[in-house]
């Protein structure tokens, strides 16, 4: 077993594992630390800077930075949260997501962290860009305007052989993710459901099931995204 | 030299909308029209979106009565994914549907007729703008106006329960509906605290229609004889000629109530109705097609419902009913402020089959959601509080709405609606030299009667800056009043 080490997080006393990353450490302390492109099981990327926390004064995404022992970390401070604000206000205005037609609306991370940070209207114009539906594959849609290209879908979602159904096409501006058509017409119920359960918005969405959970019982209704943490 | 005036916006009606009346040099109306000023391209726009986000998305149309929009495209969906035809669904969507569909029924009606226009009986057409409103009612009819907050809360409060939120809640799903009412909400809404219990809403519809009836009792000229004119009414009837606002055949009746649409499944709509656009408008102008463009508009809502209907289905409402027929030798029913009346008598109908399916086990149990062989077209129909709402799509091979058509209930009543403008203009302004506030009004309570949602999206009630100019012949400005 590792060994417990110690380690402030705004000011408060915490202990965890020797090398465990921040974001988790974090959690076995009461602590939330946004998170995005993070999800549970899967190498973290650090690519959508969500969880960005100063470490002994200086910038480093939690969810890729091992915990030592002394390290002094800044979370809840409010250039920090305007920091993180500002990149969810990003990724609302460079998409097109509108919440009330989503059916991920109610289970939708972006969305919940919206609510979080009292997003309220952008400071940033929207791009409104010129997206494609791709409704081509038997199990699955990929709404390519609600993608924030986070690539959980890539990196969690494999086959037998571990390729996997998803893809980055292009780059840039241009960026998109794509499916695989092959994979696709193969895929299972089980792990279309899979696909649209890891995705944090509604780009991937199953077919002909929408709203089949009532409002009240969806994921975030009852509390905010993250209060499952500071409140156990 | 003659004069156009301008009324806009139109006041205490759901959206925007203009009023242009024409003057000739004698100061005689020669025409008056009703413009819908808004564009707002739902049928485009949805286009490409998967199918089944039609109920959720096209209900942003309202938010008045976003329900009927929701239920209308679910009625339409549950034709494409195979669960029938309006009689497909289990007994527990069906009845869940229902009473998401009477408990919008009844809000939206208590609204228009306590808020919007409650206010033009009770101080009068020329009352005092200041007062002519629901806050003058508060202040002075203080038990009307808590009547019509109640039951209104108590119709959002029926909507919440059955699909998730009061407004542009997620209930209907294609095939049928994603939750039962929990025994406790029914009970609540069976025998919960004095007033908010469904025997305390029947009282107070009750007494709704009762307060007009005394109303119209000492105010006959007014009620009868304003925007009064002949027209074809048009609704859904039960297949046994009941009324029945959620599911039924297409009927219409003639102003004499000769039959001249004959209970048609409105799966084939198109073969009966068509559109008409004019340019200076952004709403079409529907009618019967046998019936031609210039004989063939006709009536929907309230009041057309209780003409077309043989009887309503609970008893107090038959009661009324009968009542209301009597008047005119149960002939149709042609004054557009009787609207009001057929109105009331519906909402007092909604209250009763609210507490009927409250009372029925299977909305707390029992299967959700049926589905059979999908098809790539679908049309649903449902008398929305306004009137005749038909929501018509297509799908492609992908599941996406390849083309989407809606005739919302206002867009039906377009016609009549010009009829009642140009009726009233033409009994309160010709050969006036002045036009005066009251006059407006006038114009605006013969609108007001069809509770028309003009753009039919969420805008605030309440009052609108209203403008009157004045043009002459040559369309210069004359004279220019704002209030």
């Given at each position: 077993m590792s060994e417990k080490i110690n380690f402030i997080i705004d000011g408060k006393e915490c202990q965890s594992e020797e090398g465990k990353y921040l974001v988790d450490a974090a959690k076995e302390n009461g602590i939330y630390i946004p998170t995005l492109c993070n999800y549970e099981g899967l190498k973290p990327k650090g690519s959508c800077r969500i969880c960005t926390v100063k470490i002994n004064g200086r910038f480093a995404t939690a969810c890729t930075s091992p915990v030592h022992d002394g390290m002094n970390i800044e979370n809840e401070t409010e250039e920090l949260k305007d920091m993180r604000k500002q990149i969810i206000e990003l990724l609302f205005v460079s998409g097109n997501h509108f919440c009330p037609a989503c059916e991920k609306s109610g289970n939708c991370e972006l969305q919940a962290l919206a609510y979080r940070f009292k997003m309220m209207a952008p400071r940033f114009p929207f791009a409104f860009p010129n997206k494609e539906i791709d409704a081509s594959h038997p199990k699955i849609i990929k709404d390519?305007?609600?993608?924030?290209?986070?690539?959980r879908c890539i990196r969690g979602i494999k086959d037998e052989e571990g390729k996997s159904y998803f893809a980055y096409q292009n780059r840039g501006k241009d960026s998109l993710v794509v499916v695989d058509r092959k994979l696709a017409a193969e895929m299972t119920a089980e792990k279309a459901q899979q696909a649209m359960d890891i995705c944090?918005?509604?780009?991937i969405i199953v077919r002909?099931?929408?709203?089949?959970?009532p409002i009240g019982d969806r994921k975030y209704d009852k509390a905010p995204i993250g209060s499952d943490i500071e409140n156990n | 030299m003659g004069r156009k005036i301008t009324i806009e916006p139109v006041t205490r009606v759901e959206g925007h909308g203009k009023v242009t009346i024409h003057l000739d040099d004698q100061g005689n109306v020669t025409q008056s029209r009703l413009h819908i000023v808004e564009f707002r391209g739902f049928e485009r726009f949805v286009q490409g979106r998967p199918y089944w986000e039609m109920p959720v998305l096209v209900q942003?149309?309202?938010?008045?009565?976003p329900v009927s929009h929701h239920l209308a495209a679910a009625k339409a969906l549950d034709v494409i994914v195979g669960a029938g035809m309006g009689d497909g669904l289990t007994p527990t969507a069906e009845k869940m549907r229902r009473l998401m569909h009477y408990g919008q029924i009844f809000q939206s009606h208590s609204l228009h007729f306590f808020h919007l226009a409650a206010p033009d009986m009770v101080f009068g057409i020329d009352g005092d703008p200041a007062i002519r409103n629901v806050i003058g009612l508060v202040l002075t009819n203080k038990e009307l106006a808590v009547q019509g907050v109640m039951m209104r809360k108590f119709g959002q409060e029926i909507i919440s329960a059955t699909?998730?939120?009061?407004?542009?809640?997620?209930?209907?799903?294609?095939?049928?509906?994603?939750k039962h009412l929990s025994e406790t909400e029914r009970d609540e809404f069976l025998k919960g605290a004095d007033p908010m219990n469904i025997d305390k809403m029947i009282d107070w519809s009750q007494a709704a229609v009762d307060w007009f009836k005394d109303y119209h009792k000492n105010n006959k000229d007014f009620i009868d004889t304003y925007a009064d004119f002949p027209s074809n009414h048009l609704s859904l009837v039960r297949k046994d000629g009941a009324m029945d606002l959620y599911h039924g055949v297409l009927r219409a009746v003639d102003s004499e109530g000769k039959k001249i649409l004959h209970d048609v499944d409105y799966q084939n709509y198109l073969d009966y109705i068509d559109e008409e656009v004019r340019s200076w408008s952004y709403m079409k102008f529907p009618y019967l097609k046998e019936y031609g463009k210039q004989n063939g508009w006709y009536t929907v809502g309230p009041l057309a419902r209780l003409n077309t209907a043989d009887f309503i289905p609970s008893p107090l409402a038959q009661k009324e009913f009968e009542i209301y027929k009597a008047y005119t030798g149960g002939k149709p029913n042609?004054?557009?402020?009787?609207m009001h009346w057929a109105r009331l008598i519906e909402i007092l109908h909604s209250a009763e089959m609210m507490k009927e399916l409250l009372n029925d086990p299977d909305i707390v149990s029992g299967e959700l959601v049926t589905k059979g062989q999908k098809v790539n077209e679908g049309i649903g129909l449902l008398e929305a509080p306004r009137g005749t709402l038909f929501h018509h799509y297509e799908i492609n091979g992908k599941d996406q709405i390849s083309m989407a058509n809606l005739i919302v209930s206002t867009t039906n009543n377009n016609q009549p609606m010009n009829n009642a403008v140009n009726q009233v203009a033409k009994t309160w302004m010709s050969g006036q030299t002045e036009i005066t506030e009251p006059m407006m009004n006038a114009v605006e309570v013969s609108i007001r009667a069809y509770d028309p949602c003009l753009s039919c999206a969420t805008h605030a009630f309440g009052q609108m800056p209203l403008e009157v100019s004045l043009y002459n012949a040559n369309n210069e400005l004359i004279d220019y009043k704002r209030k």
């Open positions: 390519q305007n609600r993608c924030i290209l986070c690539k944090p918005v509604g780009s002909e099931k929408g709203w089949d959970t | 942003r149309l309202c938010g008045i009565c699909a998730g939120k009061k407004i542009h809640g997620t209930g209907a799903i294609p095939g049928g509906i994603n042609n004054m557009s402020m009787h």
